[in-house]
């Protein structure tokens, strides 16, 4: 199974600097439709991967996530998208260390057991320097973009 890894904030809705946990606050970026759509008729599966340091920081809680993430799925079910299933951290380096905060890759790891991926035919979307490095430790492609870019501006980038 080769997969496509996504952040989520900057690249599936829109980052605007504050912490999105609420559905109401969840925008989705132009073109994110459109290109993870072409992703899947490539037969690429798709995974998110997302730092959610709010949890850590007591701004919002687990709950508020997976409300997020249930919105999210199920927004993109209507345009025919199926996400695979959604990792997030809910650590905070200058609160609580962990090993699964990107940059390290352990999140990345434990889809590629769960699901059989290959490592090698896969790439990981994201627009911080640390995606990429989570990438790169797991043996993935990274593709750096803006934050809020158009992903149907990088698809050449995914055969």
């Not at 993870?36 to 709010?54: D, H, M, P, V, W």
């Amino acid at each position: 199974m080769k997969t496509v890894f996504l952040d989520r904030d900057g690249v599936i809705n829109r980052d605007n600097k504050n912490y999105t946990f609420k559905k109401e606050d969840f925008y989705f970026n132009e073109g994110v439709f459109e290109a993870l759509k072409e992703i899947q008729f490539r037969n690429y599966s798709l995974i998110c991967i997302t730092n959610q340091a709010g949890i850590a920081k007591g701004l919002y809680s687990h709950q508020d996530v997976q409300k997020v993430h249930q919105f999210m799925t199920h927004e993109l079910r209507k345009h025919h998208i199926e996400i695979l299933d959604t990792y997030y951290c809910p650590h905070y380096h200058e609160i609580s260390e962990c090993l699964c905060r990107k940059p390290k890759p352990l999140l990345i790891e434990k889809a590629i057991a769960r699901f059989g991926i290959e490592a090698q035919r896969s790439y990981f979307i994201g627009d911080r320097t640390r995606d990429m490095e989570a990438a790169i430790g797991a043996g993935i492609k990274g593709i750096l973009i803006d934050t809020n870019q158009n992903l149907n501006s990088i698809l050449h980038l995914i055969p």
